[in-house]
């Protein structure tokens, strides 16, 4: 799971004070859709999303998902994955139209939602500290317990807790300020130190990253926990004291944090989240569905409303795009704590400079449609 500060603003007092986002709760509706309904379908190359469908299917769902009043059963996965195989690039179109059926997401009765970008990460560290390499990235911490409240409610699914035991009892762990502040200091949890409490913040936001040690080689990280706290969107926190929201994207927060000083350090403090690593080989960075992302083709969503590995039609407004929008098939593998709601997802465009360049800036609004396994569907 990573927590990313994908969707600075979920609701905006923009216009007064006592205004209010009077709302009912997130709700998935799904309206069943064509090929030819996708807006920029003709245009896109779908042979590209197949090596991340090809990850997905082979790690098959064990069980039923249920997708809003539709159910996914282990042979509609089975179905829908079986042609990968022998299947060459340019049938690819014709593959998922004959093994999928789309359907728009709603929230409710809104079609809109918010699709923003991550990226995997870029700092420079060490494996032990000195004058520069200051900044301690910490393991997973021994004592940290996680809780998936879905497992002791069905109303719970998709929330969870994380903590410690305190005499019998699961207490909250020490939030960001207690941890910066020397809470897991002399325990052995460092796996690296890095020059730049800021590239630190950040990399806790993505949730995966490349480390460049002096000697040049690389050390990659991916997520593997966090002290359970609420992710506050520092975004929000800015918007609230009013910066336009126009105005907040990652590039600006980074400078602002830079450019501040002491209120710089207590504005990320804001956020009391923060986010454990482990170190990964091979191929990466993992998402939440245990299956290494693919750049431009992975997604993040609520997986609450969404079940990984579920190719999705993203559609939807691109500063960076040639004619401003980003019309393209993404498959569902991933998650994240600010990535909440039905039509929502957090979009993966890799490693380097153009891919954090795009994903500081994709703050785009659109629709989605969800591919449905057609077995899925005509055995209804």
């Known amino acids: 799971m990573l927590l990313r500060a994908g969707g600075v603003l979920l609701c905006v007092l923009a216009l007064a004070v006592l205004a209010t986002c009077n709302r009912p709760p997130p709700r998935l509706v799904l309206k069943q859709a064509s090929f030819a309904d996708l807006p920029g379908w003709a245009e896109d190359d779908p042979a590209a999303a197949l ?27 089975r179905a829908a994955c079986a042609p990968l195989k022998d299947l060459a690039g340019d049938a690819a179109r014709a593959y998922f139209e004959q093994a999928f059926i789309p359907f728009q997401a709603f929230d409710n009765d809104e079609a809109s939602g918010l699709f923003t970008g991550y990226y995997e990460a870029e700092l420079h560290g060490a494996r032990s500290p000195d004058a520069r390499y200051t900044v301690p990235l910490y393991r997973r911490p021994a004592d940290l317990v996680s809780v998936d409240l879905g497992l002791f409610r069905e109303d719970w699914k998709g929330e969870r807790l994380a903590g410690r035991l305190a005499n019998g009892r699961l207490v909250p762990y020490p939030t960001r300020r207690d941890i910066e502040g020397g809470a897991l200091r002399d325990q052995g949890l460092e796996i690296a130190w890095v020059d730049s409490a800021i590239d630190a913040f950040f990399l806790e936001i993505q949730g995966s990253g490349r480390v460049t040690l002096p000697d040049g080689g690389v050390l990659r990280l991916g997520y593997d926990g966090d002290n359970g706290r609420k992710y506050v969107a520092i975004g929000h926190v800015l918007a609230e004291r009013g910066v336009p929201v126009d105005e907040i994207t990652m590039p600006y927060l980074r400078r602002w944090i ?123």
């Not at 090596?51 to 996965?77: G, H, N």
């Not at 804001?270 to 986010?275: C, G, T």
């Not at 498959?331 to 909440?340: E, P, W």
């Open 258 to 380: 830079a450019d501040h000083g002491a209120d710089g350090t207590a504005l990320m403090d804001e956020n009391p989240s923060y986010v454990f690593f482990r170190e990964l080989s091979g191929d990466g960075p993992i998402g939440a569905e245990g299956v290494a992302l693919t750049p431009g083709r992975s997604a993040a969503v609520d997986h609450r409303f969404v079940p990984y590995g579920l190719p999705l039609w993203i559609d939807t407004s691109d500063e960076t795009a040639p004619d401003g929008r980003l019309r393209r098939l993404f498959v569902a593998q991933d998650t994240g704590g600010a990535i909440r709601g039905p039509v929502r997802a957090d979009l993966f465009f890799g490693y380097g400079p153009d891919a954090a360049d795009h994903a500081g800036k994709m703050r785009g609004h659109g629709s989605a449609w969800l591919l449905v396994p057609r077995n899925a569907v005509s055995g209804r």
């Open 51 to 77: 090596p991340a469908l090809a990850a997905s299917c082979a790690k098959l769902a064990a069980a039923p998902v249920t997708v809003a009043d539709l159910t996914i059963r282990p042979d509609d996965w």
